[in-house]
């Protein structure tokens, strides 16, 4: 007998930007951005909410296992060079990004399947935000994870602002989203951002069961015999899955929706407000800074626009508000600080 939801070969997705495999109950989707550390495009998330939503409805699958590729990066969030080029220009298209965005993390949410997140190395921004969104998370001993907001010219409302207090506690969130400071694999599985740290770090054919930063930095780079190796993350994962699937599907998929409860609260309470607030915002001159200041790698100018609230000046638009006048062609709603019409070029 037919059924309405017949199982979707992976191959016919023609996904370009995102791996998807499935076998042995267990599905595996993969950001595959290595070269960009796996931040997400506008291509990405589409191709992400499908492929969640396709493992949810195949009954041949249990457990998802969400990750990244290679060995650097999990996920880094959105992609701030797309960001920078497309959206600061048109922010109303922000506003559809961010519903994207939003179907993608409600995608997870509503799997009704356990999601394993896979961190293969650092997840930062949306990364982080990604991995909360997950029921489980298993992180390689290499791997750190952050947000950026306040630092980027945004605000993590994408799952942080309202996640964190729920995992970490009040006071250890604003820590995370106030000073943006990296939180290393076994500091997060002590503040509760992870379940589980595994060895990642080789010296030849030794694990360094405690490597330090220094020894962390060497394996990354691939000197004096250091290196990565993610064989031991892969079967944690395996096992972890087989774990899972040892379980009644009805009863864990009512189980995921149940202790859902608080996050759904938190994020449906607020996720619509940061849609409108973030595209608003990014008319604003804090974004044009701070993405700037990334693309162009070097470090966002934080006192110069303090310095101008504080002297009486606009730090919300770099020219002033929108209040001059020429008395030349009589063009107004021209901003503040400009010294000539852009209108007629008369001096103002």
Not at 59 to 72: E, H, L, N, P, S
Not at 142 to 164: E, R
Not at 293 to 314: H, N
């Amino acid at each position: 007998m037919s059924r309405y939801f017949e199982p979707t070969p992976v191959e016919s997705f023609g996904f370009k930007e995102v791996l998807y495999e499935k076998g042995d109950q267990i599905a595996r989707i993969t950001i595959n951005r290595p070269e960009a550390y796996n931040a997400y495009s506008t291509p990405a998330l589409e191709e992400l909410a499908t492929a969640f939503k396709d493992a949810s409805f195949d009954d041949q699958v249990g457990v998802i296992v969400f990750t990244g590729a290679g060995d650097r990066s999990f996920c880094t969030g959105g992609d701030v060079k797309e960001y920078e080029e497309k959206y600061i220009a048109t922010p109303r298209d922000y506003w559809k990004y961010m519903a994207l965005f939003r179907a993608y993390i409600e995608s997870i949410m509503n799997t009704g399947k356990p999601v394993v997140a896979r961190l293969n190395g650092m997840a930062v921004g949306g990364g982080n935000e990604s991995q909360l969104a997950c029921d489980l998370t298993v992180v390689a001993q290499h791997a750190i994870i952050k947000q950026v907001g306040t630092h980027v010219g945004s605000v993590a409302c994408g799952g942080s602002t309202q996640w964190l207090p729920l995992v970490v506690g009040d006071k250890r969130a604003r820590e995370i989203l106030m000073l943006n400071e990296p939180i290393s694999a076994h500091k997060a599985v002590d503040w509760g951002l992870a379940n589980w740290v595994v060895p990642s770090v080789r010296k030849g054919a030794e694990w360094i069961e405690e490597a330090s930063p220094g020894e962390i930095k060497k394996a990354q780079k691939g000197q004096d015999g250091y290196s990565i190796d993610l064989s031991k993350l892969d079967e944690f994962v395996d096992e972890t899955a087989r774990k899972l699937l040892a379980s009644f599907p009805e009863c864990t998929r009512y189980t995921k929706q149940q202790v859902n409860y608080w996050k759904d609260q938190a994020w449906h309470s607020t996720v619509r407000h940061a849609q409108d607030w973030l595209s608003l915002h990014y008319t604003s001159w804090e974004p044009v800074e701070g993405m700037r200041a990334f693309v162009e790698k070097r470090a966002p100018r934080y006192d110069l626009l303090r310095g101008q609230a504080a002297c009486g000046g606009s730090s919300e638009t770099q020219w002033g508000a929108p209040l001059g006048e020429c008395g030349t062609c009589g063009v107004n709603n021209l901003p503040a600080l400009h010294k000539f019409c852009g209108s007629c070029g008369a001096q103002l």
